[in-house]
């Protein structure tokens, strides 16, 4: 328990040694956090290698800015109309994506998000297609100003910990235990009286809501959607967290989330190429580095305390 | 009449581009088990090949021609010394190719620009065609031939080869054919070169029709991962009707409800999922 | 005594390969049945068609005189139904007592809490489950860093856990000592009568002692079936063993 507290006393007390600039990236590092944590609820704890999870992100944020600028909702009545919407769709998807396992989930998610992702950019009565939804205010909880990077700081940094929590507990309860059986040995889990089918359907379904929470506070962030937000290489830089921080840990999402947003904004600052570094990212871990980051720091860390003791 | 007719003829050639473009897709993925992501950045890569190769020799089929080599190269380059390091790590390999996919549409993005490229016609097939009342552009007459030829031919070369019998046991039993003595090793760079050129000469035989512009490749892999969930994965014959059908689906839903064509794109593939998961004609389940 | 598991009429082929091509039986409550055969007799396949990890063709599986034929295999195992396997199928990773334990959960309700934390009885009931077979010892080591012979007995302890009304065991004795062998058939021979015992096993010698009757498959078809001395001295059995 003493390291997660640690590092939410150390997030919480960032804004007083930051300046503006990073702690507004220290709010995209925590959306996204959240987000690759919900892709690793798939991936690390159910071996169900998704490639389409933009889709709930970007959905979610979709719904809130059309229900924002078309329906002229308020926040309050928004946030869960995005959140049940988007955790419907989940639904609806995992029916179709759970037909299959292993290679064949993975293109059919992959196909899925990517019906979306061709849709944000026709549907122009609705999406504004290529220009994107803009013009969306963020919400002011308690009457708070939410425009200032300090005070949404605090917003995401609130939510972000408390979403990843509530994954945190998921996986290290009892069904947790069966999601990862169902990863490991699911004939046998069918065997010894468990739905191997609805385990991964409630996952799936628990993986999108969260993925719809991380897409309400993008949307708070940039105030702007776009269907770039719903595309393959969204889905594909949030599995890269996963896999580069290590998946199927509690710390990997977080630390892969880290580092992919310090190297995308490191990167932006020198070259104008971040798909063509983040395609060989994506190489480099797969074929150096394929265990992640935090397992293998921890491997060494063992290493040496074994060495000593 | 003649709005309905083009249509359907435009349905018969994106299905023929589908065919080209998903053949080698549907194969790879039966044979290797690998998901080729780059298989739509391929597509676009051979698309701006032949731009360049026309630049100098203004032939559309000697273009493809070349596109076609020079893509196949990439790709057994690709399938060698990178995806071959990993083999076992069937994600890996996923995630490889999608990397990989980045790098290409931002190379090409970086080498030939933003603004999409038009290919030329060739100039035998500008005129149009007309057949009883009906006008129809020759050059998509070609496209739906060109792939009905090579259907043919990919036909012949899996039913009546060596080769073709050693990819049809690779597919149906991949560890019984190693055990049987099939060289599975050159089998799999073959058919990872064939898949690539097939994609590659498919971009350039597409240029016509949808030109040489970035975003190509987004364009593109989605409707050939929904012919290879249609058709099932490794049917040559699944790979042929899912094109056809996805050629149709998306060309009518984009007359029809130019808003929405691609959620009726769902439509057919969430039938087959229902009630037949593994595609019309897929021999395993992905 | 009323049968436990009655199967009529089964049918099973692979490519049009029958696998099981016609098995009738009937194992009556409590007893203990051995099944034989060659191999690609279809002893395992029968299994899997009786758990339900494979669809039968045709055919009937009735579990206390329930049709179960239809049901999903998670769904058997809530009728009673446990197996092991002929290979290892355990979770490498985590300890015995976390895989007795996800055996235990499996029957109750709380597999499906996803906010609390598992009870600590469950391990304690596990630990229980593998002092029976003689694992107490080593219940909080990974799976991974044990013996064969011992994973064995998990195997066995993870079915035992869930006090199965029938227990397919699928060659427990595979590869195993003829030390461990000895002790793996005490804790067969020991298991209670409530549970009835179905097991297909090579060796003979250990097995035939086990059984109260035996089942002989053959290119998936029962040609003998009886007890030790019927079995033994059908002409059938011998054609089949030994190719007369």
């Avoid at chain 1, 019906?115 to 609705?126: D, F, I, K, M, N």
């Avoid at chain 1, 939804?133 to 700081?153: K, V």
């Avoid at chain 1, 770039?228 to 599995?239: F, Y």
């Amino acid at each position: 328990m003493k390291t997660p507290l640690a590092v939410i006393v150390l997030a919480a007390l960032l804004p007083l040694l930051a300046g503006e600039y990073y702690i507004n990236l220290a709010s995209q590092i925590v959306i996204f956090a959240v987000f690759a944590a919900s892709i690793n609820l798939l991936l690390g704890y159910g071996g169900l290698a998704t490639l389409g999870h933009a889709a709930y992100l970007g959905v979610a944020a979709y719904l809130s800015a059309f229900l924002y600028l078309k329906l002229q909702l308020a926040h309050w009545a928004i946030a869960p109309l995005a959140l049940i919407g988007t955790t419907l769709m989940a639904g609806v998807f995992g029916l179709v994506a759970l037909r299959a396992t292993g290679l064949g989930f993975l293109m059919l998610t992959l196909a899925l998000s990517q019906v979306l992702w061709g849709t944000a950019y026709r549907w122009v009565s609705v999406t504004d297609g290529d220009n994107g939804l803009r013009g969306l205010a963020r919400p002011m909880p308690f009457g708070i100003n939410m425009n200032e990077a300090m005070p949404f700081y605090y917003f995401v940094l609130v939510i972000g910990v408390f979403a990843i929590w509530m994954m945190a507990r998921f996986v290290s309860s009892p069904f947790g235990a069966t999601l990862r059986g169902t990863r490991d040995q699911p004939r046998r889990m069918s065997a010894l009286g468990y739905d191997v089918w609805l385990i991964r359907w409630i996952t799936f379904i628990y993986a999108g809501f969260w993925g719809a929470v991380s897409g309400l506070l993008f949307v708070y962030y940039h105030k702007y959607i776009h269907p770039v937000s719903l595309s393959l290489a969204n889905s594909a830089e949030g599995l890269l967290a996963v896999i580069a921080g290590g998946s199927g840990t509690l710390a990997g999402p977080i630390v892969g989330a880290a580092i992919v947003l310090l190297l995308k904004n490191w990167a932006s600052a020198y070259i104008e190429r971040w798909n063509m570094l983040l395609g060989f990212v994506f190489v480099f871990i797969v074929v150096l580095m394929p265990e992640g980051v935090v397992p293998g720091v921890k491997r060494l860390w063992q290493r040496r305390s074994a060495s000593r003791g | 009449m003649q709005y309905w007719a083009i249509q359907t003829l435009n349905s018969l050639a994106l299905g023929g581009l589908l065919f080209l473009l998903a053949a080698g897709f549907s194969l790879i993925f039966g044979l290797m088990r690998i998901a080729n992501l780059t298989h739509g950045a391929l597509f676009m890569l051979g698309a701006y090949i032949g731009v360049s190769v026309m630049r100098q020799w203004p032939n559309l089929w000697f273009a493809a021609l070349a596109a076609g080599a020079a893509v196949a190269i990439f790709g057994g380059l690709l399938e060698r010394f990178i995806l071959r390091q990993i083999g076992g790590n069937v994600l890996g390999q996923v995630l490889v190719t999608l990397g990989v996919s980045f790098i290409i549409a931002d190379a090409c993005l970086l080498t030939w620009g933003g603004d999409p490229i038009p290919i030329p016609t060739p100039p035998l097939l500008q005129m149009p065609v007309r057949i009883g009342s009906f006008i129809f552009p020759a050059y998509r007459l070609a496209v739906v031939g060109i792939a009905v030829v090579v259907a043919i031919a990919l036909y012949l070369l899996m039913e009546r080869t060596r080769l073709g019998a050693m990819i049809r046991a690779g597919v149906d039993d991949p560890q019984m054919a190693s055990a049987v003595g099939i060289p599975v090793s050159r089998l799999f760079s073959t058919v990872f070169c064939l898949g690539a050129a097939l994609a590659g000469a498919g971009g350039v035989i597409g240029g016509p029709i949808l030109s040489a512009y970035p975003g190509l490749d987004a364009d593109m892999l989605p409707l050939a991962l929904i012919v290879v969930i249609l058709g099932g994965a490794g049917s040559l014959l699944g790979a042929f009707v899912g094109a056809f059908i996805t050629g149709f689906v998306y060309t009518f839903g984009v007359a029809l409800l130019p808003d929405l064509a691609y959620v009726i794109l769902f439509l057919p593939m969430i039938l087959v999922i229902a009630f037949r998961p593994r595609g019309l004609f897929g021999k395993f389940a992905a | 005594m009323a049968a436990a598991l009655r199967i009529a009429g089964l049918k099973k082929s692979f490519g049009g390969l029958p696998a099981i091509a016609d098995v009738t039986l009937e194992v009556a409550e409590g007893e203990r049945r051995l099944i034989i055969g060659p191999n690609g007799a279809g002893k395992t396949t029968l299994f899997n068609l009786l758990t339900g990890d494979l669809s039968r063709d045709a055919g009937s599986i009735t579990l206390f005189g329930e049709e179960v034929a239809r049901l999903s295999t998670w769904r058997r195992c809530h009728r009673g139904l446990a197996r092991t396997y002929q290979i290892i199928t355990l979770f490498p990773k985590d300890t015995l007592e976390h895989n007795v334990a996800l055996s235990l959960l499996g029957l109750s309700r709380r597999r499906w809490s996803m906010f609390g934390r598992l009870p600590a009885s469950f391990y304690a009931d596990a630990r229980e489950v593998l002092a029976r077979v003689g694992l107490e010892k080593v219940a909080s080591r990974p799976i991974a860093e044990v013996a064969y012979g011992e994973k064995r007995r998990v195997e066995i302890a993870m079915a035992l856990a869930q006090k199965p009304r029938v227990l397919l065991l699928d060659e427990p004795l595979a590869g195993l000592s003829r030390e461990e062998r000895g002790q793996l058939k005490s804790l067969i021979a020991g298991i209670p009568r409530e549970t009835t015992v179905v097991m297909i096993e090579h060796d003979m010698d250990t097995a035939l002692d086990l059984a109260d009757r035996i089942t002989v498959l053959h290119y998936g078809r029962v040609i003998v079936e009886g007890t030790r001395a019927e079995v033994v001295a059908d002409p059938k059995t011998r054609e089949v063993y030994l190719g007369h």
